[in-house]
């Protein structure tokens, strides 16, 4: 019987900038119960989960830890949501040989052994674009490429990743630009700067600041291609916003024609998965957990896979580590936060972890990032369609031939002699 209590610690946002935990809690607490119930995993343990909100601020989310580390029971594990948390729960927590797993975690800073050891992800980091960025100038011959980027440590390193992949394809980003709030002049220098083809990472308030922007200066259009992120909301260009002074239609006109990529994070198929139940129950029963007319308004609904995938990557890999330890006579329930040899044990075990979860499939590189495909739109006459898929991992570009272009063929990545005639 499973007897034997394990205890996670868990910390959720609940507010603040980004407040995934409010749909993130919910999915956890459905993986724990579907687990608890799996006899064929951790057959003597039951998994509890005791737990707080970080306001996604990291000094409250640092005290959530303190709390968790000095409250009875031991953790065993933790769980944490944004990066600004993670960043300071995944250094603090190693020091009591924790492993973090964070499911609402994107900065591509947390891809580093040395600073977070123990650190494993579900969520993918912000640098998962990048591959399917290159992929997309190599498919449509652009070796000129212009950047521009909301000066946050997020869209800093996911830059700095961009320029060193597009170096190792030989192509070169001759453009760059980064603005704080304003992107007026940012934007007016790439048209300065003849930008044609011009990567954008920004949250989307100040996208739309962007491209009111650019509609402005007339920066869109037949000649130029944008590639923006995916993971805006909906319709995120027709929210109110009076700190930018376009109309929708103005917005919508220097979009038509946009890229944008994002991670897979929600399985395309409805297939059986390995973690008791088809993506859409999954989605039907969190539906009815939020219990509110329309889910997708809720900030982490999109991550919710993510959370819920995260606890049965634990429970797989603490099955591991039960079964492993049992060998040499010892138990999981001799962890403690001086037992290097056992939080070893959980830490290869998370290594080798390999599911297909609610978010797809679930692995990890050797710094603890999700591995994840990206999936590629374009915004046409108003509404985005699918262009196709790219797994980085496999090399495997899925392309259906359905992009159209304003002019009638893609732009140029710069001034052709042909563009005068
Ligand atoms: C795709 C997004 C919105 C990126 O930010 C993540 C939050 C964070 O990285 O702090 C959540 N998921």
Redesign the pocket.
Known sequence: PKDIPLTLGGIF?MSG??A?GVACKPAVMMALEMVNNRPDILPRYHLNMQYNDSQ?MPGLGTKVLYQLLYDKPTKIMVLS??????TFVAQAANMWNLIVLAY????PALSNRERFPMFFRT?PS?TVHNPTRVKLFKHFKWNRIATIQETQE?FTSTIEDLEKRVKEAGIDIAVRQSFLTDPTNAVRNLKRQDARVIVGVFYEDMARRVFCQAYKEKLYGKKYVWLI?G?YPDNWYRTRDDRHNCTVEQLEEALEGHLTT??V?LHQENTTTDVGMMPQEFTQRLNKELNTSDPSLI??Y??APLAYDAVWALAFALNKTANKLAEKGMSLEQFNYSNKEIAQEIYSAMNSTKFLGISGNVAFSSQGDRIARTQIEQMINGTYHKLGYYDSLADNFTWFGTDRWIGGKPPLDHTHVIDHL
């Open positions: 946002p900038s980004w995934g996604c949501g944004c990066s600004s948390v993670s609402g975690a994107s900065s969520h912000a997020l992120i993971w994002e991670a994070i900030t982490g999109p991550e």
